[in-house]
Nanobody, 115 residues
């Protein structure tokens, strides 16, 4: 069974940094895409950043220049480096993998930014 386990969330002051990690129980080197989504209370999950099988990246406008996605294939792990955090970045962050036509989600990790 495929598992995605996020870590690295927590409480940080505005202007601070966090790095989220997502460890997969299967190889990610052949995953079509690995991504991070963010969800605010009562809202749907929004795509924040994505990296594909060729290491091409996409970052949402709202976090462009502050967030960076990367992956380490040998460790089957992706990361989301978050800089200059704002109160508006507070939310639940979810790891996502699209592989072999299937979607997989992690359980999420909470990020809270205090102003």
């Amino acid at each position: 069974q495929v598992q995605l386990v996020e870590s690295g969330g927590g409480l940080v002051q505005a202007g601070g940094s966090l790095r989220l990690s997502c460890a997969a129980s299967v190889a990610i080197s052949d995953a079509n895409t690995m991504a991070w989504f963010r969800q605010f209370p009562g809202k749907s999950r929004d795509l924040i950043a994505r990296i594909d099988i060729w290491d091409r990246t996409y970052v949402a406008d709202s976090v462009d220049g502050r967030f960076t996605i990367s992956k380490d294939n040998p460790k089957n792990t992706i990361y989301l480096q978050m800089e200059a955090l704002e109160a508006g970045d507070t939310g639940a962050y979810y790891c996502h993998m699209f592989k072999n036509g299937q979607n997989y989600w992690g359980q999420g990790t909470q990020v809270t930014v205090s102003s």
